[in-house]
């Protein structure tokens, strides 16, 4: 088994999606390297490159929406225990990729801890795909909960802004929130 060489911060700051270099003669497409002289109707195809770091991460480089721009982003993949079959019949182990994040939020240490957890994660038996829509799922719900509370927060001190104004109180399912009836706060 060869040893994979382990990526630097630099490599990955650096790294470019692949170019492949077609001349189009009649109805044959021929690939030309990138480095050679190009040829009248060469055209520059980009497409994504995977750097790996060993133990399941990856960075794939890919090319942009726009040109010259590139994504660069952290991928940890693993195997399943499911054997699923190929399209040529041959039976194989079903693999699944979880997104860590852009290398621009993401550093190249911090993708290694998170790697490492989620390689924890499948020896006590959990799937890290599902554990990430979990979390992000109560991510979703405490940030609903922390909005209500800043409006209700906000009715509340409006409440108290005016204290000569007649207040109607609303007890609704498991709260109660004051509401003045302020025609300059409306």
């Not at 077609?22 to 490159?49: D, N, P, W």
């Not at 550093?107 to 490492?116: K, P, Q």
Request: with cysteine.
């Amino acid at each position: 088994m060869t040893r994979i060489k382990r990526l630097t911060q630099r490599a990955c700051e650096t790294a470019t999606p692949i170019e492949d270099v077609v001349v189009r003669k009649g109805s044959y497409t021929i690939k030309v390297k990138s480095g050679s002289v190009l040829a009248k109707g060469a055209i520059v195809k980009r497409r994504s490159r995977v750097l790996c770091d060993g133990g399941g991460l990856m960075l794939v480089v890919s090319p942009g929406k726009h040109p010259n721009e590139i994504n660069r982003s952290w991928i940890y993949r693993y195997a399943t225990g499911n054997v699923v079959l190929s399209a040529n019949s041959k039976a194989r182990r079903e693999q699944k990729k979880v997104g860590l994040g852009s290398l621009a939020l993401v550093s190249l240490e911090r993708a290694r801890e998170l790697a490492e957890l989620c390689r924890r994660q499948r020896q006590e038996g959990f799937d890290p795909a599902i554990v990430k829509q979990q979390r992000t799922a109560q991510h979703k719900i405490e940030k609903r909960k922390l909005h209500s509370l800043q409006e209700q927060s906000t009715n509340i001190s409006n409440a108290t802004e005016h204290p000569g104004v007649p207040t109607i109180k609303d007890t609704g399912q498991n709260h109660s929130i004051i509401f003045p009836l302020c025609l300059t706060c409306l």
